[in-house]
């Protein structure tokens, strides 16, 4: 079984670009994650998607981040403009279980983005 | 409101040594807890999980977590550890009675078994 597919692994940027992140879930999972993991720290959730659907995204800073998973498989994490603190890696993770049930995750390897 | 505490930064062991990485919880209601597992450069594994019932939790790679729900606690445990176990180590929970899907993780602890 495929596992799942994050690009890039890394991407380096200055600060006020843009930049786009890409998932593909493992095949068959409904529920996609966006985590955000800065050095030092565990990974903080900003989005949770069941199919095409948002599920939560309460911790997502809307003013500059976006996300979409518009047919329900893969997705695309967006950030407009990158600010310094945006350094991170970002995660993606996918999961069989319904939201809202015990579940466990799988993650992707992760993209490291820097932000100069 | 839900968190997750790692005491300890970094765990040193010897190998064929016992392993402990501490973490604790406070949650409104009652907890889903999870322990992962990152190796350098790559992503999060799931190790072990408790929702209910037996407070042992057996994982993978021999791996076991006791549930202490006066302590509050989620302890993660090895009779035997060895070099490969070498990692860092996540905790998390999420409040089921909470109405949000969100598991808060730990800021991670760093084990190190030496040879």
């Known amino acids: 079984e495929a596992g799942v597919a994050q690009s890039p692994r890394y991407k380096i940027i200055e600060k006020r670009q843009s930049v786009a992140f890409w998932c593909n879930p493992i095949s068959g999972h409904a529920t996609l994650y966006w985590y955000q993991q800065i050095l030092g720290q565990g990974p903080k959730l900003l989005i949770q998607f069941q199919n095409n659907g948002v599920v939560d995204d309460s911790q997502l800073p809307k003013d500059r981040f976006s996300a979409e998973r518009l047919k329900g498989v893969d997705s695309t994490l967006k950030i407009q403009p990158a600010k310094l603190e945006d350094s991170a890696v970002y995660l993606c993770?996918?999961?069989?279980?319904?939201?809202?049930?015990?579940?466990?995750?799988?993650f992707g390897p992760g993209t490291r983005l820097t932000v100069t | 409101a839900q968190s997750v505490a790692q005491p300890e930064d970094q765990v040193n062991v010897a190998e064929g040594n016992p392993l402990t990485v501490k973490c604790t919880y406070s949650v409104s209601g009652n907890p889903y807890l999870f322990w992962y597992v990152q190796y350098p450069n790559r992503g999060l594994q799931f190790l072990l999980k408790?929702?209910?019932?037996?407070?042992l939790v057996k994982g993978s790679y021999g791996f076991e977590a006791e549930f202490n729900k006066s302590q509050t606690s989620f302890h993660l445990k090895k009779p035997s550890a060895l070099v490969s176990d070498s990692a860092l180590y996540f905790c998390?929970?999420?409040?089921?009675?909470?109405?949000?899907?969100?598991?808060?993780f730990g800021r991670g602890t760093s084990l190190i078994v030496h040879p």
């Open positions: 408790y929702i209910t019932g037996d407070n």
């Open positions: 993770a996918s999961s069989t279980r319904l939201a809202g049930t015990a579940y466990e995750q799988y």
């Open positions: 998390a929970v999420r409040d089921i009675s909470g109405g949000s899907y969100i598991p808060t």
